[in-house]
């Protein structure tokens, strides 16, 4: 009877853990490109919108063949782990719907469809609740083609962010560290060192957000987070940039072009920069802005070119590969983005299908246990100007969900001691 009960324990535990796993975003295959979520701006924007305000997600699909696709909607705690809300208490209506609005692309030499579609819509009639959302497209088979996270914001808490110079001696040249307040009028903080959750993010880059940071301490009703260490980030260098918006000739940041089955936009060779000064270089922290010049609707009349990246770098070591980043792929790092050396040229070099526009991109290196190291090409260095955004959740006494109650933002530009 006992060793039953270990058993039957031990399968809670482990079916606990399985259930309790952080949900990822999926890439998409080669055929499906520029993925943006669109609010107030041409600029593709960290996807955080108000409760009962609307998202729009766009996408190109590279084959031809007017796809249909379907899209689904699912609900996480602050940690992205699955919530035990049912689908009713966070959706008003049906998703699981087919994706109509598509538009072919129109005068360029690459095919494709670019599809468009908002939440909410006839069949989701809005969004119940605040907190972590993930968007997933399926083809017709049900295969999950890709998915990607969006946040509601409903509001209560004011969230006031400093970015300071690091705190710890021996980086004071390098990082910069993120000073929160939190207060509300209207919230009463129970529990704030459990029921309080932030998450700090860089340059909308979530993949290297900090999360779940207590507060430091409290003063009256505010909640303060003042670390030395906890909530730095390392300042990075300012992103390379190109644009091809005149996709035949050169522009800024291109060396190039050359035009086979498409146009091949070859840029000018980067160099490291990790041990030179610091150089101001304005950029849109790590975005992009599909853009033709010639066109009155860029959506469908940009064309794809393939984006020739190169980097002058000595060979690394076997157990570390260089990859090209930025918002434009979701800060992945995949076989895609991979950096392959030339040994005659000395250079790493990749080509990349990208839909012309304006792009900010950096340099990472990946090593065999996955971590990415942002900064290794680049350096670090405390005046890099970066934006910055908190992200606060509460769970109410006896809730079950994590909602977000502010969005706290800052830029480095007015960064202090």
């Known amino acids: ?151 509601v914001n409903e509001g209560g808490a004011n969230v006031g962010v400093s970015i300071k110079i690091s705190r710890d001696v021996k980086f004071l040249n390098e990082n910069q560290t993120v000073d929160i307040t939190i207060n509300s009028s209207s919230i009463q903080f129970n529990n704030p060192l459990e029921r309080v959750k932030t998450v700090i993010v860089q340059n909308n880059n979530l993949n290297s957000a900090i999360k779940n940071i207590k507060p430091k301490y409290t003063m009256g009703q505010d909640l303060i987070y003042r670390y030395n260490k906890e909530t730095t980030f390392g300042g990075g260098n300012e992103y390379h940039y190109f644009e091809n918006k005149d996709i035949r000739t050169a522009n800024s940041g291109v060396n190039f072009v050359d035009l086979h089955d498409l146009y091949n936009t070859y840029l000018y060779t980067n160099v490291p920069q990790r041990n030179a000064p610091y150089t101001y270089n304005p950029d849109i922290n790590g975005n992009f802005v599909v853009n033709n010049i010639d066109a009155t609707d860029p959506n469908i009349e940009a064309d794809y070119a393939w984006v020739h990246f190169s980097l002058k770098l000595d060979q690394l070591p076997p157990n570390k590969s260089v990859h090209v980043y930025g918002n434009f792929n979701n800060y992945a790092v995949n076989e895609s983005t991979k950096m392959l050396y030339n040994y005659e040229k000395g250079i790493y070099e990749v080509p990349m299908l990208l839909k012309q526009g304006f792009y900010n991109y950096k340099f990472v290196t990946l090593n065999d246990n996955g971590y990415v190291d942002e900064n290794d090409i680049s350096g670090n260095y405390y005046q890099t100007e970066n934006d910055y955004k908190v992200i606060v959740y509460y769970r109410d006494l006896g809730g079950r969900y994590d909602k977000i109650i502010g969005i706290g933002e800052a830029n480095s530009t007015n960064i202090s001691n």
């Open 1 to 151: 009877m006992k060793i039953n009960s270990i058993f039957y324990l031990a399968l809670f535990f482990i079916q606990g853990i399985c259930f309790a796993q952080v949900a990822q975003e999926t890439a998409p295959p080669d055929y499906i490109k520029t993925i943006t979520f669109k609010g107030d701006t041409d600029i593709s924007v960290l996807p955080i919108i108000v409760l009962g305000d609307e998202l729009q997600l766009e996408f190109d699909v590279l084959n031809g063949n007017e796809d249909d696709f379907y899209y689904s909607i699912e609900y996480f705690n602050y940690d992205w782990t699955p919530t035990t809300l049912m689908r009713s208490e966070y959706i008003d209506g049906f998703d699981k719907q087919r994706i109509t609005a598509y538009d072919n692309s129109f005068n360029t030499y690459q095919i494709y469809s670019h599809y468009t579609f908002s939440v909410p819509n006839e069949q989701v009639r809005s969004l119940k609740v605040s907190g972590n959302y993930m968007i997933k497209v399926y083809d017709e088979s049900e295969e999950l083609m890709f998915s990607r996270k969006f946040m």
